[in-house]
């Protein structure tokens, strides 16, 4: 969100920029509200008008900001993949084989899904029953997820490798399965709306219980069943990196209210982050919709101080911009962020209250 002062009438750029601010944080309340009324009752009643009671926005407000209600879910999907796409991605880029790759990716993801059911419940078992630009984004997703198992292929013995579907079919039997298991655990998505009270009553355990048997029948096909066998009999350890919902706070102790400004400014590091550089202070601002310089500088300074973030750059002691990046700390609060956006409420005076 880029903001340009107007030179003769600075007013001019405030306008916008609040504008721009105020039209985000209605964004974000729509989905927020759209994601909860999924979790607790169903695709159906995510229609427009409810999402707007859920959300305190005006009908009129809705399709400034979505064509439709398909859109608005679209967009919910789209943030909820992205929430979790950070940890999934960096377990199976790691510098190890295949299988252990695929088995860490599997388990981040499973930790995910337990973590944040009511993310489970719209990802896994409502989004199937959606319009058609939302299965095209879920196709994609499941795409790259074929694509990160076919890639076994590469360590199958030569001449028994698999047949060409054999990555689609897993894919599809694996989110059987875990479809199979969130209905068995959360009573809530079959029609008891108390979507987010995992107690597990008359449920099979939790989603990365099935890290093992899943594994099992990915590798099979690429390494036969003396691999599966070892990967069935692994235990499945939980996630260090992952905070589930009602565990550990990552914002505890912290010095700092997490508001909108901050969390894109977090998201803005981020971002450049991945794609390998580091944002000046000045390119922050732009994208984070900050027009005051020393409002900026303020704002990196104590997510610096708070251990959020670090500078990578030489800094205006050497005559050169910041260069900055977060730490472990401020990208495992940034990736909470990025899923309590679109699936939960803020809780008051913390994270995006």
Known sequence: MSVRVNARNPSVGTVRREGAHVAEMQRRRLLLAIGELVAMNGLEAGNVG???EQAGVSRRTFYELFEDREACLLAA??????GIAHSVRSAYEAPVKWCDRV???LMALLEQLDAHPDLACLCVIETPRAGPRVLEHRKHVLDALADAIDAGRAEARAGSE??????????GGALSVIHARLLADWPSVTGDTRMGEHTSVGGAGSLVELTGPL???IVHPYLGARAARRELERPAPAIAHMTPRNGTDPFKGLPIRFTYRTARVLATIADEGEQG???SNRHIA???GIADEGQTSRL???LRDCGLIENRGQGSAKGEPNAWALTQRGQTIHTTIAIDTVMTPAPPGSVLS
């Open 215 to 217: 594994m099992g029948m």
């Open 77 to 82: 999907f789209d943030a909820a993949v992205q």
């Open 300 to 302: 990196l300074a104590r």
């Open 103 to 105: 088995r860490a990716a």
């Open 286 to 288: 732009e994208h984070a």
């Open 50 to 52: 409810r999402v707007c």
């Open 162 to 171: 698999p047949p060409p579907l054999t990555a689609q079919g897993i894919v």
């Open 277 to 279: 550089s580091y944002p």
